[in-house]
């Protein structure tokens, strides 16, 4: 019976299907934690924030293809780029911060 098992779970795990990406998606200003399935060709969530000179930030997430590299920056832009699923929310980064200082903090206490 074992040895049935043993076989059976490489099957079920060929025969499921892989999941697409999701990611946050919005454009300028509204809910930006809206959910999205990206098309299997997706790779990445891309995150841009564009302030033009003298005015409001304005953040666009979505699904991408490619990541853009340090040469598509401007002054006026930056972008951020992830792979996994709903990582393109701002609540993450903020969490990412959080353990940054607590892990410095421990650094600190331990010298």
């Known amino acids: 019976m074992r040895t049935h098992l043993l076989w059976l779970l490489p099957l ?3 025969g499921s299907s892989a999941q697409a990406l999701q990611c946050h998606e919005c454009s300028g200003i509204g809910n ?30 979505t699904c991408a293809f490619t ?25 993450s980064l903020h969490v990412s911060w959080v353990l940054l200082a607590i892990g410095l903090w421990y650094i600190y206490l331990n010298q």
Do not use: E
């Open 67 to 91: 990541c853009p590299d340090i040469n598509h920056v401007t002054a006026n832009s930056k972008s951020f780029c992830c792979n996994t699923d709903l990582c393109n929310s701002a609540r």
């Open 12 to 14: 079920i795990l060929l």
């Open 32 to 61: 930006c934690y809206r959910a999205t399935t990206c098309s299997s060709n997706s790779l990445y969530c891309l995150t841009n924030w564009y302030t033009p000179p003298g005015q409001q930030t304005t953040v666009t997430k």
